[in-house]
């Protein structure tokens, strides 16, 4: 007798490499269950490119509603299509749950697995391990703003930036807290108050929430010394705080150290609410139907939802499969394998349904 159904997850493969991924992902979590049991139902919603061209619709409103009280979790793919080049159906669906979710965590953690896979001569697994917070429901994503005579030659086209005392300070205590909660020593915040004066905001909240810390150092950086130091010295991070779109930059950055976008997965959270997971990686249209796409962050992504939902020796499992993966060489081409995305999952389900 299977154990009883406890966990609602939505998931919506999306578009490109999305299903592919997605795919391996859900065959991992099906090995998953025949051992640990956490009693997972899968509800698979439809909506991506395809949907969106066919019906045009993207995501109703009602199912955004359902998502935010009838789940317990939301797994993405990716959206993405060239057939939407204004990638309406990505930001009512991807930004649409983040931001009516009010998912304001966005969780990228970056873990060196194996030397191998880093671009930086001497750099060991023990010098790059950091997770990167970027606030997910403010800065310059809102879409405050316009075009004014657009298309022609006096073009204007505005973006505002939005920035609120409230938003800056919840992003930053959940930083700190969980600095605090894994036994890390330092919160580094990236900003670039000395060109936008209006980042002093995130100095202040920075330096007033962190006194609260008096365990945990405060380190503050302007966004691209940041860029540099993390190629120059990853040991320096551990936990990095900072806005929608310097998060959304310096998190594709971080990935490259560790093996790239295919080793990337992420949360977005909003603590005691539905949280969305999502590899950090997009459709990447012309890997695309070609079994060569890497679903190890799709995968990893997996076990930050085993993690989140209290199926902690399953996240375990799944965390330490892949690692098992790397160092055996079953990879795909982009971490410099020569197995294909269904084999990687096959190679790592199985090493999870037997327990190894
Ligand atoms: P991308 O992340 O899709 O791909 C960039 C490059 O990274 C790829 O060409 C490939 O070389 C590599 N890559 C990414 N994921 C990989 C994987 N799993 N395995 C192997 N290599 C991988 O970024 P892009 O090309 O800028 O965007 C493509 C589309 O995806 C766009 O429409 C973009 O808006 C969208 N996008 C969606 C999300 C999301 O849904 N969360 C995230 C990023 C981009
Ligand atoms: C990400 C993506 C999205 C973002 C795009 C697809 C809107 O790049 O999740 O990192 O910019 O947040
Ligand atoms: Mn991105």
Redesign the pocket.
């Given at each position: 007798m299977s154990a009883p159904a406890s966990h609602r997850l939505a998931v919506i493969a999306?578009?490109?490499?999305?299903p592919e991924?997605v795919q391996e992902a859900l065959k991992v979590l099906d090995a998953v269950e025949q051992v640990y049991r956490p009693g997972i139902v899968v509800e698979r919603l439809p909506y991506g490119a395809d949907h969106y061209l066919a019906t045009g619709v993207t995501l109703p409103p009602d199912e955004m509603r359902r998502l935010g009280s009838d789940v317990d979790a939301i797994l993405?793919?990716?959206?993405?299509?060239?057939r939407?080049p204004g990638?309406e159906h990505?930001r009512d669906i991807?930004l649409g749950m983040r931001f009516q979710l009010d998912l304001y965590v966005n969780e990228r953690p970056a873990r060196l697995f194996d030397e191998r896979l880093t671009p930086l001569k001497g750099k060991t697994t023990r010098d790059i391990d950091l997770v990167v917070f970027r606030e997910n429901t403010e800065g310059l994503y809102v879409s405050v703003g316009g075009t004014f005579k657009q298309g022609t030659p006096d073009e204007i086209a505005i973006a505002e930036e939005l920035n609120t005392r409230k938003g800056v300070e919840r992003i930053v205590r959940h930083a700190f807290e969980w600095a605090r909660a894994n036994g890390k020593t330092r919160v580094t915040m990236a900003d670039k108050a000395n060109a936008i004066a209006a980042h002093g905001l995130w100095r202040r909240v920075f330096d007033a929430v962190g006194r609260e810390y008096g365990d945990i150092e405060r380190d503050t950086r302007y966004i691209d010394a940041m860029a540099m130091d993390l190629v120059r010295t990853p040991e320096s991070f551990q936990v990095i705080v900072t806005g929608n779109l310097f998060g959304d930059i310096i998190s594709?950055l971080a990935s490259m150290l560790v093996g790239?976008?295919?080793m990337a997965p992420?949360a977005n959270r909003h603590p005691g609410r539905v949280t969305m997971f999502?590899?950090?990686?997009?459709?990447?249209?012309?890997?695309a139907g070609k079994d060569?796409?890497?679903?190890?962050?799709?995968i990893l992504t997996l076990s930050m939802l085993l993690e989140t939902i209290g199926a902690r020796e399953a996240a375990a499992a799944v965390d330490g499969a892949v690692r098992a993966a790397v160092a055996a060489n079953v990879g795909?081409?982009?971490?410099g394998g020569t197995h294909g995305?269904r084999a990687v999952g096959d190679w790592i389900a199985r090493r999870v349904a037997t327990r190894e």
């Open positions: 999306g578009d490109g490499i999305g991924v993405v793919g990716a959206l993405g299509d060239p939407v990638n990505a991807l594709d790239g976008l295919g992420s999502e590899p950090v990686h997009g459709s990447a249209p012309p890997l060569v796409a890497n679903p190890m962050a799709a795909t081409p982009d971490i995305t």
